[in-house]
């Protein structure tokens, strides 16, 4: 029934399309399976194919495959493999973490692929979508409730998507482990066709901690890096206890690009939330263009480097940022907000118990735009460096008792633009850049994601260490979780304690 029901959906969107719709096939994988099992009888889960690799020969537009609970190797699709608009191929675990994939998947000039429910290993990476030459790239690939774990400790991790992969999409999910990048969207000039940026991509309601990674000398570690890569959206993903220790850029999420184009320009980064990390929270470090990006209704807390920062090695080039409705606390070594870009736009915004300023404008970089309407309290050199206050801005204490939002009585009630509160509010779910009214938390898959990221790990730190993500988060400031769940009404008092990671 559920299946029909995902048909039936599918083909709606394929009707807007203008495409046809059809009723696929449901085949079965199993380890104790055969690959002497013809595809007609792999259609019965009593007569399963026993490997990935005969089983997606049996797979056209439209047809699922359910995977029994084990572990299996060589997943990856054919490259070419595909399904159409309004028919993908579904991969889906019959049971959601009960179907490991370890070796990773790799995909090369795949689309309209789903994989649903898995937990993906790999002593490389995890998952990685290649380009194949001009026109053979990866897209329109999705996975949900999949956790991605890596044991590498080179350039990429988790997940690479590599120049030209676009609208991907990551839903529910959870990466951990090594690579100077857990998560990376990596174009490049080198790329199929030369000058192609990973593009249109979208991370929603994830998790990811980074580390231990070993970088070598001068190369940047991150949990979420957006190279060469314009227009994606990442919105609700938590990056979290990171072990970034380069001796170059660290930082939570990184976005960057060099002379020649591309560029990374026009991504939006709604309600996230990076806490405890190693490095700056957002960190915008470019030298050609790095235009019109957005950070919107974000929490950076306790990031070791500072919290926001945006530097352009070429004045002028990186310009018109928006950064709108944050919330920046506790940043150690540095700035709640520096800024080197042109005409940054800084408003409604909280920073507060930052080692050094709230917000700095660099003397010989860039310009601040509009800044007004923002809180800054009890930053040890003082509220601003370089700029003048806005107008409207508050030097009064946010009596924050969560990092996530305000509560009535807080001088932020009404104090944003437009008569909106200051600072982030992560009460409710984004969607494809859309504030909805369904609620964020208790977090998805809170049991799988501790199970996954903290027991099977061996992993005690950090938010392992509390009864669950939503206590962790909002039991950050030692105030009970409102959102009920492991902790209930006890406060959890935080101890900052970095893990070990695998």
């Known amino acids: ?22 009723f696929g096939a449901t085949y079965y994988l199993a380890t104790t399976g055969s690959n002497s099992n013809s595809c007609t009888t792999a259609q019965s889960n009593r007569t399963p194919k026993a490997t990935f690799a005969s089983a997606w020969d049996c797979l056209t537009a439209g047809d699922i495959l359910i995977v029994m609970d084990g572990t299996y190797t060589q997943a990856s699709p054919p490259p070419g493999k595909a399904g159409s608009v309004g028919n993908l191929i579904t991969v889906r675990a019959a049971n959601d973490g009960g179907a490991i994939i370890s070796g990773g998947v ?12 898995f937990k993906i290993t790999s002593t490389g990476g995890a998952v990685a979508a290649l380009s194949a030459g001009k026109n053979l790239v990866t897209h329109h690939v999705t996975f949900r409730r999949c956790g991605f774990n890596t044991t590498t400790t080179t350039e990429h991790g988790g997940v690479g998507l590599s120049d030209g992969t676009h609208h991907m999409l990551f839903e529910d999910f959870w990466a951990w482990g090594g690579g100077r990048y857990t998560v990376s969207c990596y174009g490049g000039p080198g790329g199929h066709p030369p000058n192609t940026t990973c593009d ?10 980074q580390g231990p990674a070993a970088s070598s000398p001068g190369n940047p570690e991150a949990s979420l890096a957006l190279y060469y890569a314009s227009n994606n959206i990442v919105e609700n993903v938590i990056a979290l206890d990171g072990n970034q220790d380069s001796d170059s850029s660290n930082a939570a999420f990184y976005l960057t690009a060099h002379d020649p184009p591309p560029h990374v320009s026009g991504n939006k980064f709604y309600g996230v939330l990076a806490l405890n990390n190693r490095g700056i929270g957002w960190y915008l470090d470019h030298n050609g ?18 919290g926001i920062a945006l530097y352009s090695a070429v004045v002028g080039a990186c310009s018109a940022n928006l950064i709108d409705h944050v919330t920046v606390g506790e940043s150690g070594r540095a ?22 300023y709230g917000i700095k404008q660099g003397s010989s970089q860039g310009s601040m ?9 009890n930053n040890v050199s003082g509220a601003y460096s370089n700029i003048p206050p806005g107008v409207n801005d508050k030097t009064s204490n946010p009596a924050l008792i969560y ?17 909106t509160n200051c600072g982030a509010d992560l009460t409710f779910r984004y969607q494809n850049g859309v504030l909805t009214s369904t609620a964020l938390w208790p977090w998805p898959n809170e049991e799988r994601i501790r199970k996954e ?30 959102y009920g769940g492991a902790l209930g009404s006890a406060p959890w008092v935080p101890t900052n304690l970095r893990s070990t990671q695998n």
């Open 106 to 117: 790799t995909l090369r000039n795949n689309s309209y692929l789903e994989f649903d429910g």
């Open 289 to 306: 263009t790095g235009s019109n990006n957005e950070l919107r209704n974000s929490v950076f807390w306790k990031s070791t480097g500072g």
């Open 369 to 377: 735009g509009t800044h007004n309407w923002n809180l800054l309290y």
């Open 453 to 482: 990221m903290c027991i099977d790990a061996g992993v005690t730190g950090g938010f392992c260490a509390t009864p669950s993500l939503t206590d962790y988060v909002w039991g950050y400031l030692g105030n009970a979780n409102p």
């Open 1 to 22: 029934m559920a299946n029909l029901i995902q048909y039936i959906a599918l083909c709606v969107s394929a009707l807007v399309l203008n495409s046809t719709c059809v």
């Open 200 to 209: 249109y991509n979208t991370f929603r309601r994830g998790v990811i901690r």
């Open 403 to 419: 990092i996530g939002r305000v509560e009535p009585g807080s001088p932020c009630v009404g104090s944003g633009e437009g008569g």
């Open 335 to 356: 700035e709640g907000l520096w800024n080197g870009c042109a005409s940054t736009a800084v408003k409604s915004s909280i920073f507060i118990h930052n080692a050094t």
